[in-house]
């Protein structure tokens, strides 16, 4: 029992912690790609505990308030269903699919909240998020449809197992691994795919109503939603890892290549960003499927 308590917080704690490193160190590449010296690693931390400790006078209602805390317990629970190195706790009987209804929690309260302020400019980011949702499922969803395929099983914890050193998925399926990592890319709301947040459009669309310690846990949510993403591809595609040093690395190595792309390409319009996704992606997703059905 105490074992399983003690799980339960180091597993978030480790991603939280992984997830506010890449966020500082993306804020520091981004400026030094851009010849400026930037923000220490730690600003985000920083900005979180300054923000926590602010009051809240304002309120949109129950909803309003509710919203981040659905947003983060959402995303905390996702966390517990992939598989990290060292840790089992749900991920040993953690199911694909029902990780994809998991991952839909942070989204539903961050748009019930948003939504509950009135503001416009939520509304529309709400609005931009879903549609968005709507363009990178596709291709993702076909692309985790090849993977259990290819693995038969839905099992993560099989899938990570499936794999070794010399037979990664991405190996194994290396049109959908990129189709995959497209489709994760848009995920994350990173550049061409900005049409969520978009600052000089929608002022931080969801997000513009929220200050103080609301705006604090949706912080702590982002963080968590960077290692979500990068860990499970990581673990769906490159094998997972036999310690969290490794694990660690291999979604620095893909933040890396992640913030190299949202530094060089400007924000697509919605539409142009569906269209992409529901274009490309969606047809090399289908001939990955395909060569899977026919090689086995």
Do not use: C
């Not at 399983?4 to 160190?25: D, H, N, Q, S």
């Not at 529309?124 to 259990?148: E, H, K, Q, W």
């Not at 490159?238 to 060089?264: E, M, P, Q, R, W």
């Amino acid at each position: 029992m105490v074992e399983k308590i003690l799980l339960a917080v180091l597993v978030p704690l480790f991603a939280f912690l992984v997830g506010i490193f890449l966020e500082g160190f993306k804020r520091k590449m981004v400026a030094r790609i851009q010849r400026r010296y930037g923000p220490p690693l730690i600003q985000p931390l920083l900005d979180i505990i300054k923000l926590l400790s602010k009051k809240d006078n304002i309120s949109h209602g129950l909803m309003f308030d509710l919203g981040p805390v659905i947003a983060l317990s959402g995303s905390i629970l996702t966390v517990f269903f992939i598989p990290t190195p060292g840790f089992k706790l749900l991920s040993a009987s953690g199911d694909l699919v029902a990780l994809l209804y998991i991952m839909v929690i942070g989204s539903l309260g961050m748009a019930l909240g948003a939504g509950e302020s009135g503001n416009p400019n939520a509304s529309i980011g709400i609005a931009r998020a879903l549609t968005l949702m709507l363009g990178y499922d596709l291709p993702f969803v076909i692309a985790l449809s090849t993977v259990i395929l290819k693995f038969d099983t839905t099992n993560l914890y099989e899938i990570v197992a499936a794999q070794s050193d010399l037979y990664w998925g991405a190996f194994l399926m290396p049109i959908t691994a990129v189709v995959a990592f497209i489709a994760t890319y848009g995920a994350m709301g990173e550049h061409p795919f900005e049409v969520v947040v978009a600052p000089q459009e929608v002022a931080t669309g969801p997000m513009v109503e929220y200050g103080g310690k609301h705006l604090g846990f949706l912080m702590i949510d982002h963080a968590f939603h960077i290692y979500i993403e990068l860990a499970l591809f990581t673990d769906l595609f490159l094998g997972g890892a036999s310690n969290l040093g490794y694990f660690f690395l291999k979604i620095f190595g893909l933040h890396i290549l992640l913030t190299f792309f949202d530094t060089v390409y400007p924000r697509f319009r919605i539409e142009n960003a569906v269209r992409f996704f529901w274009r490309w992606p969606t047809v090399f997703a289908l001939i990955g499927l395909l060569i899977v059905m026919i090689g086995g």
